[in-house]
C-alpha cells in the first residue's frame, strides 16, 4: 500500500500527484476500453491506489485531506466530460467509457455513504413549515466568522486568491441546472427554466452571468480562462461542485436536487453581500464586484420562485418523497458551509505566507 498514516504529508501529497498524472494518461488513451481490454494489468496498480486512497478518505477517523483532494479531482475530470467547452473534440473521445463510469460510481458511492453521514434529518411536522423556517433563517442569517473574515479583513490579495478559487464554478455558472430541464413540460418546468434563462443573461452573452464574473477576474488582474486556477481549488470546493454533479446527473435525486437549489439562491444574496463589501473595501471598482451586486439583486427573487413554484409545488406532486428537498436542502448548506471554511483557510494561508 503507497499510502499509510506514517507518511509524512508532502510525501503523501507528491504520492497522489503521481497517481493522479497516471489517471490523466489514461484518460489521454484513445478508446480507453478497449486498451484496459487488451491489457487488463494497465489498470491493476491504479484500482488499488484508489481503493487505498477511498480507505483513508473515508473509512480513517481523521480523515486524509490529500486522499479527498486527490478523490475530488478524479470526481471532477470524470464530471466535466458531461459538459461541453469547446475544446477539441477529441478530448471527449472517452466520455462513455466504461472503465470511467465504474471510477465514477465506486468514488461516489463511498463519498456520499459518508456525506450522508455528515447531515442526520429526522423529517416530522409540517413539510411547507419546514421549508419556510429555512428559507426565512437563511435569507437573513447572523454575521458567520467566515463571512465577517472576508468581509472586514482580507486583503487585496486574499480578494484576488478568493475569485480565483470561485471561478471555477462561476465561469461556468448553473450549467448543472440546464442537465434538468429536458423531459415533459410543466409550470415547475418552466419556472427552472425561467432561473437558467436569467442566469444565462437571457440569451445576451453580455449580460450572461458567467460573463460578469470573467470581467471581474480581468479587473482584478487575474486570467479569466475556466479552470486557470484549479490546482489552487480545496477538496472541500470540488465536492461542493461533484455534489451538484451527483444530483443533477440523476433523475431519482431531482427532489434533493430542489433542495440544494433552493438553499443556493436563499443564502447567496447574504454571502455575495460580505465578498461585496470586502470589493469595496479594497476599491476594486464597480466592474470587480459585478458579479456578487447581480447575484444579490436577482437571488432574492430566485429564492422566492423556487419555494412558491418549484419547491411547494413538488410537495403536491410527490407527497410521499417530499422530504427529499429538506435533506437536499440541509446537505447543501453543510457542504456549501464546509467549502466557504476552506476558501477562507485558503486566503488566510496566503496572508501568513
Known amino acids: 500500500m503507497r499510502f499509510n498514516s506514517l507518511t509524512d504529508s508532502t510525501t503523501l501529497e507528491i504520492s497522489y500527484q503521481e497517481l493522479e498524472e497516471e489517471f490523466l494518461g489514461l484518460m489521454d488513451l484513445d478508446d480507453l476500453d478497449r486498451v484496459i481490454a487488451r491489457n487488463p494489468d494497465k489498470v491493476e496498480s491504479f484500482e488499488s491506489e484508489l481503493d487505498s486512497s477511498l480507505s483513508d478518505a473515508f473509512e480513517s477517523e ?5 486522499a479527498h483532494l486527490f478523490l475530488q479531482r478524479v470526481l471532477y475530470r470524470i464530471n466535466r466530460l458531461k459538459l461541453f467547452w469547446y475544446d477539441p473534440l477529441d478530448n471527449y473521445a472517452n466520455e462513455d467509457s466504461s472503465f470511467l463510469f465504474s471510477l465514477r460510481m465506486k468514488i461516489e458511492n463511498a463519498w456520499q455513504g459518508w456525506e450522508d453521514g455528515n447531515n442526520i434529518m429526522h423529517p416530522s411536522g409540517d413539510l411547507r413549515m419546514a421549508l419556510r423556517d429555512r428559507v426565512e433563517e437563511d435569507l437573513q442569517p447572523e454575521p458567520s466568522t467566515e463571512g465577517l473574515v472576508i468581509r472586514n ?9 478568493l475569485l480565483a478559487i470561485t471561478s471555477l464554478d462561476g465561469l461556468v455558472e448553473a450549467s448543472q441546472l440546464s442537465r434538468m430541464l429536458g423531459g415533459v413540460g410543466n409550470e415547475v418546468q418552466t419556472m427552472l427554466t425561467r432561473i437558467l434563462w436569467e442566469e444565462y443573461g437571457s440569451g445576451k452573452f453580455s449580460r450572461k452571468h458567467s460573463t460578469h464574473f470573467a470581467l471581474m477576474l480581468e479587473e482584478c488582474n487575474l486570467d ?15 465536492a461542493n ?13 431531482f427532489l434533493r436536487y430542489i433542495g440544494g437549489l433552493l438553499y443556493t439562491e436563499v443564502s447567496v444574496p447574504s454571502a455575495f453581500q460580505n465578498i461585496k463589501m470586502a470589493g469595496e473595501r479594497l476599491r476594486v471598482g464597480d466592474v470587480g464586484v459585478s458579479y456578487w451586486d447581480l447575484h444579490i439583486r436577482e437571488d432574492i427573487r430566485h429564492g422566492q420562485w423556487m419555494l412558491d413554484d418549484v419547491a411547494f409545488p413538488l410537495i403536491e406532486k410527490y407527497p410521499d ?9 440541509d446537505q447543501q448548506k453543510f457542504i456549501s458551509s464546509r467549502s466557504t471554511s476552506a476558501i477562507v483557510e485558503s486566503i488566510e494561508q496566503l496572508e501568513l505566507s
Open 62 to 66: 481523521a480523515g486524509c485531506p490529500q
Open 153 to 161: 479583513e482580507i486583503s487585496k490579495a486574499g480578494y484576488q486568491r
Open 224 to 238: 479569466s480562462r475556466p479552470e486557470a486556477y484549479f490546482d489552487l481549488v480545496p477538496w472541500e470546493v470540488l
Open 241 to 253: 461542485i461533484n455534489h451538484s454533479f451527483f444530483l443533477s446527473e440523476r433523475k431519482a435525486n
Open 321 to 329: 418523497r417530499a422530504w427529499d428537498m429538506v435533506k437536499g436542502y
